[in-house]
């Protein structure tokens, strides 16, 4: 199959149906990948942009991230103005960023020119400031001014996400007319789900869904059809926000006002939807202690680099750990089945914080968990952590017994059991709580914290009772 793909290459021809660049599983072909790297070696331009052209940018991000780096921006270069620079908004940010700093300014300004304004920003927030400038100021004057206002709003905020391409009507027309000025009008944008009403200096005054608007007469006044309740954004509402007044809501589109309440843009669903993942890829990566910006593509010290410091932190908590079972060296001396059940309970504990914590921090995230039901939650999670306690002290107590033979071991294993996790559900749900009253983003800081208190509580009640319970020293 490979050699039917480079022969295809080398006789400059299209791509036959049958070759196609997934396989069953929607998984990108190794032959496929190969026959494009055999192009870009060959520099055969004319087969590399019927490739492209022929495929979704979302198809072609995936592409890039397939081949090598030094290949990435030949294929752009050889595919010139067929490549569309919104498949660069489908690779990760470190593959993104490498392209762009390769390639000429002119290129990337003309290919920032054929992107709606909120695609065009994404591209270019990866830069730093002085390429930023660059680019920018080989465009016209009135599309470099709407990026740069764009740019300037705070990271993670609305005013970043929203496209400033949208309609605008005055109040006085009907509907004949605002159809006829949507026919009429060549630089609408490609897509858009209603139009909006403003008055002379721009504020906003309310919203007409598209539905609406093609149901009514053409002789029927807009101010008539006005949703003057229309759910509205700041442009320095964090985009979370944003995303979860959509989910609330339903909305598929809503207008961003600036602090005067003009009208500036809009954010639709396809926004959203690449808010919603970013902020869980976030969370389930700064649960790991991994950084936010970590990339498949980075480089193995950027990785490593990255890492170290919360490995670092968690040896720190580690030491304190084991500093509990240095309190009881002399009773870990006398009777060896503690040292080998110890663990067991500190692991337990760990688990069950961990469950409890990783639904506290999403109900936090969310905004499900606040002041008016946090008591109701923590005193269900102190249940929820004694019920279980009570079954795994039964099970451990039981195996402990039947494993060493010691009379009494089970019973020790098994309040150290239920002490562990109740102190774990307590943990995991009260410290993601007390982080986020002190504004430090829970899903970062609470699995460190969370871990220490079940090892050191875990630790110290089973070695604690043991010693009490069997009278050693």
Known sequence: MADELDAVVRADQTMPDHLSMRDEDGEIRADFVAAISRAIAEENAPFLREIVSDLHEADVGDLIEALDSDERVRLVELTGADFHFSAL??????????????LEPEAVAEGVRELDSDDAVELLQVLDEDEQDEI?????QSERD???????????SAGRRMQTEFIVVPRDWNVGQAIDF???????????????????????QGAIALDALLRSHRDVPLADLIDEDRR????????????????KYNLVAAPVVDTDDRLVGVITIDDVVDVIEEEADEDLKALGGVSSGEELSDRVWTIARSRFNWLLVNLATAFLASSVLGLFEGALEQMVA????????????????????????????TRELGSSNAYRVVMRELLVGLVNG????????????AWFRVPGLGVVIGLAMVTNLVAGALGGILIPIALDRF??????????FVTTVTDVVGFFAFLGIATLWFGLK
Do not use: C, H
């Open 89 to 102: 908004n489908e690779v990760d940010e470190t593959v993104r960023e490498e392209i762009l700093e390769e």
């Open 182 to 204: 949507m026919r009429e009008t060549p630089d609408l944008p490609d897509r858009f789900y209603e139009i909006y009403v403003v008055d002379g200096i721009n504020r906003w």
């Open 439 to 448: 504004r430090v983003d829970p899903a970062v800081a609470s699995g460190t």
């Open 390 to 401: 009570i079954g795994f002290a039964i099970i451990t107590g039981l195996a402990a017994y």
């Open 146 to 156: 709407a990026l740069e206002r764009s740019l300037d709003y705070p990271e993670n």
């Open 338 to 365: 503690l040292a080998v059940l110890a663990p067991i309970v500190a692991s337990q504990g760990g688990n069950a914080a961990t469950q409890t914590m990783t639904v506290a921090v999403r109900a936090l995230a």
């Open 136 to 140: 920018l100021g080989k465009l016209p």
């Open 232 to 247: 509205k954004v700041s442009v320095l509402d964090d985009q979370e926000e944003v995303a979860r007044l959509f989910g």
